[in-house]
């Protein structure tokens, strides 16, 4: 098995041993009422929903006559992959792979992938930053230091990221290393999307952000956690971003450790020991439904022929 893999594992194994070692187990209350029960299946049908918003997202940069069930289904299988792969964005590897037939080569493929999901981080990264405004003026909440300065570096990567997108100034220094030609392709396919495009799909990534978000809140509810929805909108983004580093197994320990740290402000209650390990369970559930789609997916019949001609024709600047 690869190093970094049996690190990242035994690094969310140490770091779930200390949060849990940490609980009071007499402290913990769970009572399987109907309400609780109505809590979870409702955040259970948000993050599944989000298949479609994330679908939605998508096509916004592939094109309208892009299939949608396509896309969906795509999106459940990228799920089910990020469940069992090291990183949070492990499926991302496998959406790329499923779209492939519908563009040129591979390279593109992962272009619109990764553009997709700086959409998303972007969005999140605003909804942190609006939530800790909030939070401090309402709440006179404060965070950890460290929560500030990943944020502020996180504000420079998102800024150099867009220049990059949108410019040729990176270029002129990428162009001493190798595969350049490539670089150039990737960078101009991606040029070549037209604004609107953005657009749209930073809409639908805003929708779909504010989900993440309500199903957390949803989840707390459903173990007995009352806590405000703005302490949701600043510490769910502020904890996703923060799944980005490839240092655990799909984000375990981290989230949790992260969860019981940032929300003791807004609850003394022991049961927030369990909002990670129930995000996750959620999660593994809608993670299941993707793997039930991949076993019963071919790729090459994935697409239609009028979704699979090569080249795609994006939605570009010169067709608006």
């Known amino acids: 098995m690869n190093r970094k893999i049996i690190f990242k594992i035994l690094f969310s194994f140490a770091l779930l041993g200390y949060i849990f070692s940490e609980i009071d187990y007499k402290e913990i209350k769970i009572e399987l009422t109907f309400e609780s029960l109505f809590f979870f299946l409702l955040a259970l049908l948000i993050t599944i929903s989000n298949n479609f918003f994330a679908a939605l997202r998508l096509r916004s940069l592939l094109g309208k006559d892009t299939s949608l069930i396509s896309l969906i289904k795509v999106n459940l299988i990228g799920s089910f992959f990020s469940i069992f792969l090291p990183t949070n964005f492990g499926g991302d590897v496998f959406r790329a792979r499923f779209i492939r037939p519908k563009l040129k080569n591979y390279s593109e493929a992962s272009a619109i992938i990764f553009i997709d999901r700086f959409l998303g981080l972007s969005v999140l990264l605003v909804y942190g930053l609006l939530g800790m405004i909030l939070i401090a003026l309402l709440e006179n909440v404060k965070f950890p230091n460290y929560i500030y300065l990943y944020l502020g570096f996180f504000i420079c990567f998102t ?141 090459d019949k994935l697409w239609t022929d009028k979704d699979s001609s090569i080249p795609q024709q994006l939605p570009s600047s010169s067709s608006h």
């Open 159 to 299: 800024i150099g990221i867009w220049i990059s997108v949108t410019t040729d100034k990176v270029l002129g220094i990428i162009n001493k290393y190798k595969r350049v030609k490539k670089i150039n392709e990737v960078h101009d396919y991606v040029a070549n999307i037209s604004k609107l495009a953005y657009f749209n799909s930073l809409l639908w990534a805003l929708v779909l952000q504010i989900n993440v978000i309500l199903f957390n809140f949803f989840l707390a509810k459903s173990i007995g956690l009352d806590i405000s929805l703005l302490y949701f909108l600043a510490i769910i983004p502020i904890t996703n971003l923060f799944l980005i580093i490839p240092l655990s197994f799909n984000g375990l320990g981290i989230r949790d450790y992260l969860y019981v740290n940032l929300f003791e402000g807004a609850t003394k209650s022991s049961n927030l020991y369990l909002l990670g390990p129930t995000n996750f369970f959620a999660n593994a559930i809608n993670g299941a439904i993707g793997g039930i789609v991949y076993l019963t997916t071919e790729r």
